[in-house]
């Protein structure tokens, strides 16, 4: 690994003069940058410690949920309103990475999460966009099973990791951040950006900008809300196709749905198509099989990962069917 | 240099030793001999497994001797041996014993304290010797009883020598940069990048420098020599190097040493209590909980963490709360077994 300066800023006001400088890099858990460090992937000259700048308070009112963007994925996951009011929360956090790995990441750490493309991570492989704008894209011609079929450009295919960040954005979140410039809030399905032309820009926040915290508003949708994902194996790995769903009844009636996607885009992947032609449905099988196939509209699939095409729908019907089946 | 060095000694003793921070290895022979490249490789290992740089003191001779490195001969000259003949003096070795092929072998921890000692006879051969007295003081830093591992020296005679740890450790320094008819090298001073950090880690406090890229994992397993806690992937894919920081299980190979602060770490080393073992680690060998052993630490850490946690119930649950821990043998199933079975085993 090479060598970096580390500084720890005494509080966020500090910590936003010490994160100017395009090779600076803030870090919370760590669970990402010490292993992109570790894959000489970062490069950064300094590292800006936010512990104990960040708060890792997770508070409960009247409007939903305020989560410090230091808060760990354990906290988070098995806080007894996270479990109650929004469980798709708690489930998608419980259904990452591992108790080890839940104990260090922090949410503000997680919303940033970089792909986990193999030759992203190689640095052996030269083709990169992402890595090295311009080089271009081994995976569209490479091993391509665990890639984007949404979102996808020709210069980059990578699928976002995170199963949090589909939570979210089924539960209409709100990440709040901090630059020298101001304070600002941003709708989490603004926040991630599709690769385009520049694979290397992945997110709407400025070098230095800070996430403070994550608001999630409480709803009867997030209430009865769930999240199944597909994998390779039964725990601890990345998704093949998650999907993160919520809805709200009338009686038998479907008023409102949200459907986000993971493993599939090539970020959260929010699903409005599918989720308007849910409104005013029975929640039934049909319903959500007729909704599902809208998903994958758009879809641009690789001989390795076709297979998701189908794959996905089935996971959208399953989390339906979870969701509606709760109380 | 030596007087530099003897005056830093008396003044920055514990700047001095934590900038060491590495076990330092002191032989007094009659000279280095001829090691075979089978010993060399033996010493070697021993030194890595000790986490320790080899120092050598020969009646006419000082060898310099890093386990990654190739031996490197030190030029005599006359501060080195006024050193040696310093050291000779206080650890009171006989050059007349050394003469007729005994061989003094003392291993100093990265503060400069004396923790093992032994003089044996070395009429086979001085490597050879060396070898199996770094052996013995191996297997005790290891397995020994916990009062043993911490002295096998009288407390009274420690406190008299953890000094002169430290003039050995100034002479370490010396062979690193001694450079014939050099002008006496200004004392180094600590690198730019380097910062002071507390460990606590099985209730035991270490002063250490590091970089901020050294992982705790490194950290635990080549300045502390608590090697324990496993290096598998260094990724956080595998759990090998699980330890418990603040109660908590984390990956150490994903975590900065800098960045632990003064929460309290717990390894594989701190589980048992003396002579009997954690629950956890009695029902591995019970239940048969592993093949080739290497996951074996972070299994039990991480169990530790799971146990602690009180999340995980059914034999289900306990599988997927241990899935960040890879077996590469496919022991899972007398894991499981064996964490139900220490489960049961705990007073609740």
Request: hydrophobic share 40%; net charge neutral; charged share 25%.
């Amino acid at each position: 690994m090479r060598d970096f300066q580390y500084v720890r800023p005494k509080n966020l006001d500090e910590a936003l003069e010490q994160g100017q400088g395009a090779r600076r890099r803030f870090v919370a858990g760590g669970t990402l940058l010490v292993d992109l460090l570790r894959l000489d992937v970062e490069r950064p000259e300094s590292l800006v410690d936010l512990n104990g700048v960040l708060s890792s308070d997770i508070t409960w009112d009247a409007h939903g949920l305020t989560i410090g963007a230091g808060a760990r994925n354990t906290e988070l996951a098995y806080h007894d309103k996270v479990m109650a009011e929004m469980p798709v929360l708690s489930e998608a956090l419980l259904s990452g990475a591992s108790p080890q790995l839940r104990n260090m990441a922090s949410v503000g750490g997680n919303l940033l999460q970089r792909t986990r493309c193999s030759y992203f991570r190689d640095v052996g492989v030269d083709a990169c966009n992402k890595r090295k704008p311009g080089s271009g894209c081994a995976a569209r011609e490479g091993y391509s099973r665990m890639h984007a079929v949404l979102g996808v450009s020709e210069h980059c295919i990578a699928a976002h990791p995170s199963d949090m960040c589909v939570a979210l954005l089924a539960l209409d979140a709100v990440v709040r951040t901090r630059h020298r410039s101001g304070a600002r809030e941003l709708a989490l399905g603004d926040l991630h950006i599709l690769p385009g032309d520049h694979p290397e820009l992945e997110t709407q926040l400025k070098p230095g900008e800070i996430v403070t915290e994550v608001f999630v508003p409480s709803s009867e949708r997030a209430r009865r809300s769930a999240y199944v994902k597909s994998r390779d194996r039964a725990s601890y790995a990345f998704a093949l196709a998650s999907a993160a769903v919520a809805l709200e009844l009338e009686g038998p009636q479907i008023k409102s749905a949200r459907i986000a996607l993971g493993g599939v885009g090539t970020k959260p992947w929010r699903a409005l198509e599918a989720e308007a032609a849910l409104q005013g449905k029975p929640a039934t099988r049909e319903s959500f099989e007729a909704a599902a196939r809208l998903t994958m509209n758009g879809a641009r699939a690789t001989s390795h990962n076709a297979f998701k095409l189908e794959l996905a729908p089935r996971v959208v019907v399953a989390a339906l069917t979870a969701a509606g089946s709760k109380s | 240099m030596l007087d530099a060095g003897l005056d830093r000694m008396g003044q920055h003793f514990q700047l001095l030793a934590r900038s060491a921070g590495q076990p330092l290895v002191l032989v007094f022979a009659r000279n280095w001999g001829e090691p075979s490249p089978a010993t060399l490789e033996a010493i070697r290992a021993e030194l890595r497994g000790l986490g320790a740089a080899l120092l050598v003191l020969g009646l006419h001779s000082l060898f310099c001797f890093r386990p990654d490195d190739e031996l490197e001969e030190v030029e005599p000259t006359a501060v080195l041996e006024a050193g040696v003949g310093k050291l000779f003096e206080q650890y009171e070795v006989d050059p007349g014993a050394l003469a007729a092929g005994q061989l003094t072998l003392c291993v100093l921890d990265a503060t400069g304290r004396l923790r093992f000692r032994r003089t044996a006879d070395a009429a086979d051969g001085i490597p050879e010797a060396l070898l199996r007295a770094l052996q013995i003081a191996g297997k005790t830093a290891i397995s020994g009883p916990a009062d043993a591992r911490d002295w096998l020296i009288k407390r009274r005679e420690v406190v008299v020598l953890s000094l002169l740890g430290a003039l050995a450790l100034v002479l370490a320094d010396g062979c690193k940069r001694e450079v014939p008819n050099a002008p006496a090298p200004t004392p180094a001073p600590p690198k730019a990048r380097e910062f002071p950090v507390t460990l606590r880690v099985n209730g035991q406090q270490h002063e250490l420098m590091v970089e901020p890229r050294v992982s705790l994992l490194d950290a635990l397993r080549e300045r502390l020599g608590l090697t324990g806690s496993k290096k598998g992937c260094d990724h956080g894919q595998c759990g090998a190097c699980t330890v418990l920081v603040d109660g908590r299980r984390v990956n150490a190979c994903l975590t900065l040493a800098i960045m632990v602060g003064d929460k309290p770490v717990t390894t594989i080393e701190g589980m048992a209590e003396g002579e009997r073992l954690h629950p956890l680690q009695a029902a591995f060998i019970t239940e048969d909980a592993l093949q080739c052993g290497y996951c074996t630490p972070g299994q039990i850490m991480s169990a530790a963490g799971l146990l602690k946690e009180n999340r995980a119930h059914t034999d289900d649950e306990v599988r997927e709360h241990l899935s960040g821990n890879i077996c590469r043998c496919g022991a899972y199933a007398n894991i499981v077994r064996a964490v139900q079975s220490a489960r049961a085993a705990r007073p609740t």
